[in-house]
């Protein structure tokens, strides 16, 4: 019997967690699939979405840039493959009304920056991260 | 005249009665946060953990990528320090031992020859240091009782800019670290270059076999992970200080609403002394009185 256990964490909370028979997510070098038994990996996820295949059907994470590692759990069989996500949320939580204010004060403030006093660089960064997250969400919305 | 001092020690125990309902509603809002806070801390450790176990594993996975990009540099020319206090006062020694640790790591580097530049969270820090006439570079304000990610993402895209651009060779964190409820402790950690955690975390020792495979190369990655794990460790940091301020406010006004109980008890003692004094005293003049009249006749 081999199982893959996977965890989806955040800062702020462990999104989710359970068994799973397969994980599928992007990282910088590629799309990749994690199966149980998979060999232990370290490595980064681009934004995008990440699907986890349960018995309960297909389940679908919104993640904006984080790293996963797989490795072999104590038990015999067990595969354990984490996603840490600084910023996650399951897709069908995206609140589309939020996503659109999100990245027009995000877009308000990357305009005011570039029109003249950019003197906060790490300001600016955060602005855009912002306007990246909002536009994810947007396009996985509506989908 | 004994009667005027009796009203003076109603109108004292009053006020020690209005503080005292002051300090008990604070005691128990703070009560109400540390469980608040706690389980804060613990829905982050997960993340905190894997964080640092990839860490590890990246570290281990290739040594010579590593040394090179997590090692010390021979001097460090200028020093970041991020000092993590509170927002409100009346939480016992919280603001002040924070505040202290922070002097002394700031006048250790200068006098290790570093320059030191500083930043720092919670209202109560930034006039401290000004105060004994060090230059707080930014001072980050409103979170410290609740902090939530993106304040922590915040910080650190403004503490790792000048470390990226080389204006910096060290991040130093001081902040308060919830050991337990029943212990906190003040500690400085080094933030950048970022620092392998030595134990490894993890109950399954399988972790550290080092036969792992990177997506990304170690070197790539470990270059991308420093924001993230500075983020990170900043993040447990602000809750673990939030956690540590509401403990020490509880207990601050619970000591305090004790006080103003003991107090309340020996004023009443007093007035009621007084009181009985005072009728005393006028028992005797009215006898006296009497007396006087009877001999009189």
Redesign the interface.
Same mark, same amino acid.
């Given at each position: 019997m081999t199982t893959l256990l996977v965890?989806i964490? /955040?800062?702020?909370?462990?999104l989710w967690s359970g068994t799973a028979s397969s994980l599928m997510a992007r %990282?910088?070098?590629g799309d990749?699939t994690i199966l149980p038994q998979h060999? %232990? /990996?370290?490595?980064?996820l681009v934004s995008g979405i990440v699907r986890v295949d349960t018995d309960e059907g297909e389940l679908s994470f919104c993640v904006h840039g984080?790293?996963f590692?797989v490795?072999?759990?104590?038990a015999e069989g067990v595969t354990r493959a /984490?996603v840490?996500a600084?910023?996650a949320e399951r897709t069908s939580d995206i609140d589309v009304t939020r996503a659109h204010a999100a990245k027009d004060a995000a877009q308000e403030e990357i305009n005011s920056a570039q029109r003249g006093d950019a003197n906060d660089?790490?300001a600016l960064?955060?602005a855009r991260d912002a306007l990246a997250r909002a536009e994810l969400r947007l396009s996985i919305a509506e989908k | 005249m004994a009667g005027g001092q009796e009203r003076i020690l109603r109108r004292r125990i009053k006020s020690v009665q209005a503080t005292r309902k002051i300090t008990k509603a604070m005691e128990l809002i703070a009560a109400s946060q540390i469980s608040r806070s706690q389980a804060?801390i613990f829905?982050?450790r997960?993340?905190?953990q894997?964080?640092q176990?990839?860490i590890i594993?990246?570290a281990l996975?290739d040594p010579a990528a590593a040394q090179k990009l997590l090692s010390m540099p021979d001097t460090v020319e200028t020093a970041i320090v991020i000092v993590v206090a509170g927002d409100r006062g009346l939480s016992g020694a919280y603001n002040s031992s924070v505040l202290r640790a922070g002097e002394r790591v700031i006048k250790q580097l200068q006098s290790q020859g570093s320059a030191v530049r500083l930043f720092c969270v919670g209202k109560k820090a930034a006039p401290f240091y000004r105060f004994r006439g060090l230059d707080v570079e930014r001072s980050f304000v409103g979170f410290a009782d609740r902090p *939530?990610?993106a304040d922590?993402?915040?910080i650190a *895209?403004?503490v790792a800019?000048p470390f990226s651009e080389e204006q910096a060779q060290e991040v130093l964190l001081v902040s308060t670290r919830f050991l337990s409820a029943g212990s906190q402790s003040v500690e400085t950690e080094r933030l950048l270059p970022l620092s392998v955690p030595d134990v490894p975390i993890d109950?399954?020792p399988?972790?550290l076999?080092g036969?792992?495979?990177?997506?990304?190369d170690v070197k790539?990655?470990l270059t991308?992970?420093a924001p993230?794990a500075l983020?990170?460790e900043i993040?447990s940091a602000l809750l673990e200080g939030a956690a540590s301020f509401h403990i020490s406010q509880q207990r601050a006004m619970a000591a305090a609403t004790d006080n103003a109980d003991d107090l309340g008890q020996s004023l009443t003692r007093i007035m009621n002394r007084a009181r009985q004094d005072s009728i005393t005293t006028e028992i005797m003049e009215i006898v006296g009185g009497a007396e006087a009249l009877r001999s009189g006749k």
């Open positions: 965890e964490v /955040t800062p702020e909370v462990a %990282s910088s070098v990749f060999t %232990s /990996t370290v490595g980064d984080g790293y590692q490795t072999p759990d104590g /984490t840490l600084g910023i660089a790490s960064q955060l | 804060r829905a982050n997960p993340y905190r894997g964080m176990r990839i594993e990246a996975g *939530s990610f922590a993402r915040l *895209s403004v800019a109950e399954t399988k972790v076999k036969y792992t495979e990177f997506e990304p790539e990655l991308s992970l993230r983020e990170s993040f």
